[in-house]
């Protein structure tokens, strides 16, 4: 089937503006995670959802950033009042039950704030 | 808190040579450790983890508790090992992984 996805691939926005990156995870993978990713580095982790609730929030850098996931599928993240520091690849990845099992990444969306 | 370090920005080897990409990481419980890899313009997939004791594409990597280590060898590289290896620790109750820097593997022919 059809691996995780994720739009849009590229976002360019200004200083101050609203974003909103989307997620669509593999089908039947209940557990799904947004990581950040800036150049140089590592994914750093932002959220875990279990279903529609999210299970984990601590990665979430501060109260600018916010993700849903209402039907426990596609998940939304949300940045409000954008920072040239939030330029970052943001990756999503789902797993099958979140257990400790295979994490499946997303090709991520480059986010570049001017 | 958790840390993965991975001290390699880059490891440039020929052909046929040995390769060993290594890891680190600080945890005082039972970690759970992987290798992630990301080819040119493909994301990121997981390579192996330490539970499955398995060998992939000829890597191999054991978890070493005394050296809090999880290095990545092969005996012999191939071109088509280029790309970028992560090593990600996770922990048990908690399902976010923990990714080091990663190390950009450069097999040259």
């Known amino acids: 089937g059809a691996g995780v996805s994720q739009t849009p691939s590229n976002k360019v926005t200004e200083k101050g503006k609203y974003v909103e990156l989307r997620c669509d995870p593999i089908?039947?993978?209940?557990?799904l995670y947004w990581y950040r990713q800036s150049l140089g580095q590592g994914p750093e982790f932002l959220i875990y959802?279990?279903?529609?609730?999210?299970?984990?929030d601590s990665g979430l850098p501060n109260d600018r950033f916010f993700a849903v996931r209402p039907e426990g599928s596609v998940s939304t993240l949300k940045i409000q009042r954008t920072e040239r520091g939030d330029s970052a690849v943001y990756l999503c990845?789902?797993?099958?039950?979140?257990?400790?099992?295979?994490?499946?990444f997303g090709p991520g969306t480059r986010l570049l704030v001017l | 808190a958790q840390r993965v370090t991975q001290p390699e920005k880059l490891l440039s080897v020929f052909k046929g040579a040995p390769v060993e990409l290594k890891c680190n990481y600080s945890?005082?419980?039972?970690?759970?450790l992987f290798w992630y890899v990301q080819y040119s313009r493909q994301r990121l997939q997981l390579l192996l983890r330490?539970?499955s004791r398995e060998s992939i594409k000829g890597f191999t990597a054991d978890l070493n508790k005394g050296e809090t280590s999880f290095h990545l060898k092969k005996p012999f590289a191939q071109e088509e090992d280029s790309a970028m290896y992560y090593c990600?620790?996770?922990?048990?109750?908690?399902?976010?992984?923990?990714f080091g820097s990663g190390t950009r593997l450069q097999v040259q022919p």
């Open positions: 990845a789902s797993s099958l039950s979140g257990g400790a099992e295979t994490q499946y």
């Open positions: 089908s039947g993978h209940t557990a």
């Open positions: 959802f279990q279903g529609t609730g999210a299970a984990d």
């Open positions: 945890y005082s419980g039972s970690p759970e």
């Open positions: 330490h539970i």
């Open positions: 990600a620790l996770g922990v048990r109750g908690r399902r976010a992984l923990t």
